[in-house]
């Protein structure tokens, strides 16, 4: 696995680092609340469980899984719903926890739905943005890191359902892709 490997981006040291900073500004802005934390399923789930353990403030979580990409490695801007939310979020504080911002184009219809069902607030935190990839006027509350526009794998994000076990975030080696 580590062979398919080009070049580590993020180390899991900075990761680590940056997830905490991310947990301090949250317990921050949070503090008196008791926000519903929304993991967006698959990619997420790494960042999700590292954050919510930096954050101070109780909070009650939730787990969303939508699609928009398939094996591929450009968004086909059609958003699926795989699993729907547990709990109605009227009138909740909703924080929603994404791996990476790429077109957009899944956490603005995320956005809007949660909208639609009189969520009181709608934050999102993502741990990475390729800004350079948007085409939906869209920006998260809460950045970890800004990347290239590149093809990422690691710390939860996948290739065709590989890699998400790394501990680090990295670019695959361009032949992955082709065979
Ligand atoms: P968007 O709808 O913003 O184009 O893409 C959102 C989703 O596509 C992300 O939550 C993630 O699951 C996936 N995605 C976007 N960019 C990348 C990437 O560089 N690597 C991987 N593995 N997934 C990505
Ligand atoms: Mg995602
Ligand atoms: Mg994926």
């Keep these: 696995?580590?062979?398919?490997?080009?070049?580590?981006?993020?180390?899991?040291?900075d990761i680590r680092e940056k997830v905490g900073e991310l947990g301090t500004k949250l317990s921050a802005e949070y503090a008196g609340r008791n926000p519903l934390v929304i993991c967006v399923l698959k990619g997420a789930f790494?960042?999700?469980a590292d954050?919510?353990?930096?954050?101070t403030v109780p909070i009650e979580l939730d787990f969303m899984a939508v699609s928009s990409y398939g094996a591929a490695t450009k968004s086909t801007g059609i958003v699926k719903i795989?699993?729907?939310?547990?709990?109605?979020?009227?009138g909740r504080d909703v924080l929603i926890v994404e791996d990476i911002i790429d077109s957009g184009l899944t956490l603005s219809y995320l956005i809007e739905m949660l909208n639609?069902?009189?969520a009181k607030s709608t934050r999102v935190v993502t741990l990475f943005d390729k800004p350079v990839g948007r085409t939906?006027?869209?920006?998260?509350?809460?950045?970890?890191f800004i990347l290239p526009d590149a093809f990422v794998v690691g710390y939860g994000?996948?290739?065709?359902e590989k890699y998400r076990n790394l501990p680090y975030v990295?670019?695959?080696?361009?032949?992955?892709?082709?065979t």
């Design 136 to 144: 939906v006027d869209l920006q998260a509350d809460y950045t970890g």
């Design 51 to 55: 954050l919510v353990k930096t954050i």
């Design 82 to 90: 795989i699993k729907d939310l547990d709990v109605p979020v009227e």
């Design 1 to 13: 696995m580590q062979n398919d490997i080009l070049e580590v981006l993020i180390s899991e040291e």
């Design 170 to 178: 990295g670019v695959l080696k361009p032949e992955i892709y082709t």
């Design 116 to 118: 639609n069902r009189n």
């Design 157 to 160: 994000l996948d290739f065709a």
């Design 46 to 48: 790494i960042f999700m």
